[in-house]
């Protein structure tokens, strides 16, 4: 677990996206949330990162699967940051969630100015964290260096009262990052991974939009990105200088295994394409299991 400068605890997060914009879950998963197939108050819930103006990216919320895609063992996506803008979120759903029941985090992507911006109209609603989106494989742009990132955390926090987690990818110097951050920011997640990363080879099932829009063949996530995502995971964690979430967990063993790797809190990002309700089946088994540990082991974790 990772206990935040606000006091709170970051364990298992739902990755930025996963759950639309207000933490209630896409059209297609809202019948699971009232069902309670799917808890978001179990979770920290990032929400789908949002930028300044809004953003058409590729997502169509009536035909989705036009930039996902399911993989063997998990998908790729070529969203692109769809988002309505800031503005929207702010006067439409920003007022009307309830955050002491799901503790919500709010992603954003932009340039210094825009980040810092975003960051200081946030600071009226009482986050569980703000998110620091510099990673995105889908915006058709040279993803930032170590120096870029950071100059953009500095400006958020030079505004910000809340923590802030930072989101990286494998194909930039994620070390070099979080060595960076160290002090600025106190956690580090990480996205999907470019697919050129995954499948070198490999023509990406959404070739047509990057013909179209640019920005490479999609973001994988899930089981072909463990692989890369996991290496992070224990060379973020081996270095020391921020706590890391471990993403691409899509089974109950996963947590064991990241766990072992250093990650000192778990992520739930594609298992919502393919099973959306097992991220809530996985987090209270493994509750339940902590809570009948004895007690030197429920530290230990």
């Known amino acids: 677990m990772i206990r935040l400068s606000n006091g709170h605890v970051l364990d298992h997060v739902v990755s930025s ?3 639309a914009f207000d933490g209630g ?4 998963q809202r019948a699971m949330v009232r069902s309670g197939l799917i808890r978001p108050d179990l979770f920290t819930v990032v929400l789908k990162t949002l930028t300044r103006q809004p953003r058409e990216g590729n997502l169509k919320l009536y035909k989705p699967w036009t930039c996902v895609r399911l993989v063997p063992g998990g998908s790729v996506n070529k969203v692109g940051l769809t988002n309505p803008g800031f503005d929207w979120w702010l006067q439409t759903v920003g007022t009307r969630l309830d955050y002491e ?7 954003i992507f932009g340039d210094d100015d825009e980040l810092r911006e975003m960051a200081d109209r946030l600071n009226r609603f009482p986050l569980a964290a703000l998110e620091v989106n510099p990673s995105c494989p889908n915006t058709g742009h040279a993803l930032g260096n170590a120096g870029q990132v950071v100059a953009g955390v500095e400006a958020v926090k030079r505004v910000s009262r809340h923590p802030v987690i930072v989101k990286v990818s494998t194909s930039q110097d994620y070390v070099a990052i979080a060595r960076g951050l160290k002090g600025l920011a106190e956690a580090v997640a990480l996205n999907s991974v470019p697919w050129e990363q995954v499948y070198p080879d ?5 070739w047509r939009l990057e013909e179209r829009v640019g920005g490479g063949g999609g973001g994988v996530s899930g089981r072909p990105a463990q692989a890369l995502n996991w ?6 964690a081996d270095d020391g200088a921020l706590p890391v979430i471990a993403p691409s967990v899509m089974g109950y063993d996963d947590l064991a295994r990241v766990r072992a790797l250093g990650a000192r809190a778990v992520g739930y990002g594609a298992i919502h394409f393919r099973a959306p309700w ?7 088994r493994d509750l339940a299991e902590r809570a009948a540990a004895p007690s030197t082991e429920r530290q230990a974790a």
């Open 17 to 19: 996206g996963s759950l």
């Open 25 to 28: 879950g896409w059209p297609w």
């Open 101 to 107: 029941r799901v503790k919500t985090a709010v992603s």
């Open 202 to 206: 490999g023509r990406s099932p959404l």
């Open 231 to 236: 290496r992070a995971v224990r060379e973020i």
């Open 278 to 284: 097992l991220p809530t089946r996985i987090v209270k």
